[in-house]
């Protein structure tokens, strides 16, 4: 299955502006803000990873809880850990204006 999404990098800042920790904390895993965040284009990274969730969601086929999905990178790859499993099939790209993230995982999930 595969999944694509595409984020504007301003509305996740705009969320950040707004709601502050209360977004983080709902969308992102500790981890992921301390990665993003030691960034130079921390929002960037963030709405790149915002992106990824998203993505993953729609190769999955539903709707899970934001936390549980963990965007990690291993040697600098982006891959995706849910509930113990890890999908490999993850790219993401940004840049000013936008992130886009695909995700292909297999037929299991």
């Given at each position: ?46 709405a ?6 998203e ?42 204006s ?12």
């Amino acid at each position: 299955m595969v999944g694509i999404d595409i984020v504007e990098v301003s509305r996740i800042g705009d969320a950040l502006y707004r709601y502050g920790e209360r977004f983080l904390k709902k969308v992102f895993t500790d981890e992921e803000i301390d990665y993003s965040m030691g960034r130079k284009r921390s929002i960037e990274s963030l709405a790149g990873r915002f992106a990824a969730k998203e993505a993953f969601m729609k190769a999955f086929g539903r709707r899970l809880p934001w936390r549980e999905i963990k965007v990690v990178n291993i040697m600098e790859r982006p891959s995706i850990e849910y509930k113990g499993k890890r999908y490999g099939g993850v790219s993401i790209s940004h840049e000013r204006s936008y992130a886009v993230s695909v995700v292909v995982i297999g037929e299991e999930g």
